[in-house]
């Protein structure tokens, strides 16, 4: 979902930097803080400059260009991350922002570390609003405080080329399938390729395996290395690599099918027999954000009807359901929360580390 360095881009600079910017400095991070008699709302003009740090496909122009338009005193600076373990390394090591994606599956890391403000939902106008089921899912909280905001969600299973499965695919055993060999791409997450690997070789409870069973899949892994052309740094590697002819068949979520399509593919996405995965993300404040009110404005423009009905219409499943109103006909029914219903919810293993370290193992080789 995100490249593999990090690139970082100012866009829309009309006001300048620096003189004339009314961005606020969060100095009491025991929650993101509301300017003084403003009852929750923000009321002084949105300025300044807004930095994020989310996976690429979350700056998609066709989401974040309505909201600089919205503030043209805003000079909004995207910078893009592989995973949250990636953007905890590189906040700790002195990178800086405002808004961070979190991800429900991995965002131990960041939360480990202290880097999320509490959020105020108090200022977050769409909070009553969004999919309870997703609003309330386990790790939106964290010892009491909500430390991000869901905004979109989506099932991971198979994507493959139409004219080389005419026939389609109904299993994640296709992704091992010696004729298939150097055609095959994985997502580069360690947990996504573990818990699809393991429900391949039969286990049917992926997110709690024991140390055995997460050897066992290292194994399998270790083993097919052969089978992979690519471990894809995120949608932009993988629609390449679809419409080169490199890759015929890979894992993947409905947005990033719909990208690949969208970038010249023909491609089918599907929920293997064994179940989709799934993942829900959203935007967390850093602890150290210099520009409160703006990421504020950032989170409820994402969490309003008319953006969720882009992101649904990008291929994501939305979280505040007001927004199916926006989303075309043709894709309402996969923006629709209900979509998810059924699918294995990916968490945090108990023994993540494991997997961490199984899966640097085989990126090594």
């Known amino acids: 979902m995100a490249i593999a360095a990090i690139v970082t881009t100012g866009v829309l600079v009309l006001s300048g930097c620096g003189g004339g910017s009314s961005s606020t400095t969060a100095t009491d991070t025991s929650v993101a803080p509301a300017p003084a008699g403003s ?11 807004l930095r994020t740090f989310t996976y690429d496909d979350t700056v998609d122009p066709k989401t974040l260009d309505p909201f600089k338009a919205k503030y043209p005193d805003l000079d909004v600076e995207t910078a893009t991350f ?9 906040i700790r090591g002195g990178f800086s922002t405002d808004i961070i994606e979190v991800c429900l599956d991995e965002a131990k890391p960041l939360t480990d570390a202290g880097l999320l403000a509490p959020i105020d939902t108090g200022r977050v106008t769409a909070w009553d609003d969004l999919d309870p089921t997703f609003r309330d899912a386990p790790g939106v909280s964290v010892d009491g405080d909500v430390i991000m905001v869901p905004l979109d969600a989506g099932p991971q299973g198979i994507i493959y080329d139409k004219a080389s499965f005419p026939n389609g695919v109904d299993s994640y055993q296709a992704l091992f399938d010696p004729q298939y060999a150097g055609r095959v791409a994985l997502d580069s997450n360690w947990l996504t390729a573990f818990a699809e690997t393991a429900l391949a070789m039969g286990i049917t409870d992926p997110m709690h395996m024991s140390d055995e069973q997460v050897d066992q899949v290292k194994q399998k892994l270790l083993s097919s290395l052969g089978q992979f052309r690519s471990f894809a740094r995120g949608d932009s590697d993988m629609a390449n690599m679809f419409k080169s002819g490199e890759v015929i068949i890979s894992d993947g979520g409905r947005g990033t099918a719909e990208q690949i399509n969208n970038n010249g593919g023909d491609v089918a996405w599907v929920a293997p027999k064994e179940g989709a995965l799934s993942w ?66 990916e968490t945090q293993p108990d023994n993540g580390q494991l997997w961490r370290r199984g899966w640097q193992e085989v990126k090594a080789g």
């Open 82 to 90: 592989d995973s949250d373990e990636e953007a905890a390394a590189k």
């Open 39 to 49: 009852g929750g709302a923000t009321t002084a003009p949105i300025s300044g400059t």
């Open 280 to 345: 829900v993300c959203g935007f967390g404040i850093s602890v150290d954000a210099q520009n409160v009110d703006a990421a504020y404005a950032l989170i409820n423009d994402y969490a309003s009807p008319a953006a969720q009905g882009v992101i649904g219409n990008l291929g994501y499943v939305i979280m505040n359901p007001k927004g199916l109103a926006h989303v075309s006909k043709s894709h309402r029914d996969t923006a629709d929360p209900a979509a998810l219903a059924g699918a294995i919810a």
